[in-house]
């Protein structure tokens, strides 16, 4: 069965970076594009952007260009999301989202807390 | 960019009573629009795709319409585990978008 299970809780100061993996178990790692969203404390779901993870290729929202980063591994079949110069409104669950047969988000991993504050 | 709405935030319903849940999208997405529920502490879960077709293992009661730009989603009896936040989501354009969500609680 498909598997997305996530890193832990961090907890960043401002300005620093993190650093999210998600490692994908169950089906072919190179098949499917993932997709990364986060979830603001009592807020709605926000999509970050996607990677290939066959090429690596990658496509953020306008939003968070410039401090994100999505890359892979293939040999352990781990995705990457990396979001730098942190400020408070970055504090979020982060999820990586895999599509199922259709474009829409069949399987999610557990999310990972990330809390920014000094 | 498309900005999807819903109505209303919050929806009080009895158990056994049916919820009907709006979603609008600020142009047209065919029917490239998905419905997933989401409990506290846990992921989002996908309950329709194709803006009427239920995925695998979601109950009969929960079934979806419309297409273009509105849409709904329709609880017909509510059961206990079905009181949640309920969100819509298009997967017609990019960047993807989520409406604000609707929360479904006991009245």
């Known amino acids: 069965q498909v598997q997305l299970v996530q890193s832990g809780a961090e907890v960043k100061k401002p300005g620093a970076s993190v650093k999210v993996s998600c490692k994908a178990s169950?089906?072919?790692?190179?098949?499917?594009?993932m997709h990364w969203v986060r979830q603001a404390p009592g807020q709605g779901l926000e999509w970050m952007g996607i990677i290939n993870p066959s090429g690596g290729s990658t496509s953020y929202a306008q939003k968070f260009q410039g401090r994100v980063t999505m890359t892979r591994d293939t040999s352990t079949s781990t995705v990457y999301m990396e979001l730098s110069s942190l400020r408070s409104e970055d504090t979020a669950v982060y999820y990586c989202?895999?599509?199922?047969?259709?474009?829409?988000?069949?399987?999610w991993g557990q999310g990972t807390l990330v809390t920014v504050s000094s | 960019e498309i900005v999807m709405t819903q109505s209303p935030a919050t929806l009080s319903v009895s158990p056994g009573e049916r919820a009907t849940l709006s979603c609008r999208a600020s142009q047209s997405v065919s029917s490239n629009l998905a419905w997933y529920q989401q409990k506290p502490g846990q992921a989002p879960r996908l309950l329709i795709y194709?803006?009427?077709t239920r995925a695998t293992g979601i109950p009969a009661r929960f079934s979806g319409s419309g297409s273009g730009t509105e849409f709904t989603l329709t609880i017909s009896s509510l059961q206990s585990e079905d009181f949640a936040v309920y969100y819509c989501q298009q997967y017609n354009n990019w960047p993807r978008a989520f409406g604000p969500g609707t929360k479904v609680d006991i009245k």
């Open positions: 989202a895999r599509v199922g047969s259709t474009s829409c988000y069949a399987y």
């Open positions: 194709g803006a009427s």
């Open positions: 169950g089906y072919t790692f190179t098949s499917y594009y």
